[in-house]
């Protein structure tokens, strides 16, 4: 079974920053939909930031200006740089891709159509 495998992550003070990375399997890169959703004990999964097949990007209104979705062919890779850091950004963060979608936005609020996911991994930040 296809999955993404993801890095990055860890603990952080409020106001810092972190990058995510997940590498993509090549003959999905700028054919898939890709994007990050975050996900804690208390809230269902939501979206993060999408990309689509070119470099349309939609994000959510809690990360916008602050975190950066963006890929690299060359290696294969999805990032998502986050900064200034807030203690409500904890979560445990997942990497995603979907062949179809109509539009990053369409898609930022519907984690069920994507049906390939990274392992996930935890963003924890303190005050």
């Known amino acids: 079974q296809v999955q993404l495998v993801q890095s990055g992550g860890g603990s952080v003070q409020a106001g810092g920053s972190l990058r995510l990375s997940c590498v993509v399997p090549?003959?999905?890169?700028?054919?898939?939909?890709m994007g990050w959703f975050r996900q804690t004990p208390e809230k269902e999964r939501e979206g993060v930031a999408i990309i689509d097949r070119g470099t349309i990007t939609s994000y959510a209104d809690s990360v916008k200006g602050r975190f950066t979705i963006s890929k690299d062919h060359g290696k294969n890779t999805l990032y998502l740089q986050m900064n200034t850091l807030k203690p409500d950004d904890t979560a445990m963060y997942y990497c995603a891709a979907t062949p179809s979608a109509p539009s990053p936005q369409w898609a930022l609020s519907r984690p069920v159509v994507f049906a390939v996911w990274g392992q996930g991994t935890q963003v924890t930040v303190f005050s």
């Open positions: 090549d003959y999905m890169f700028n054919k898939y939909y």
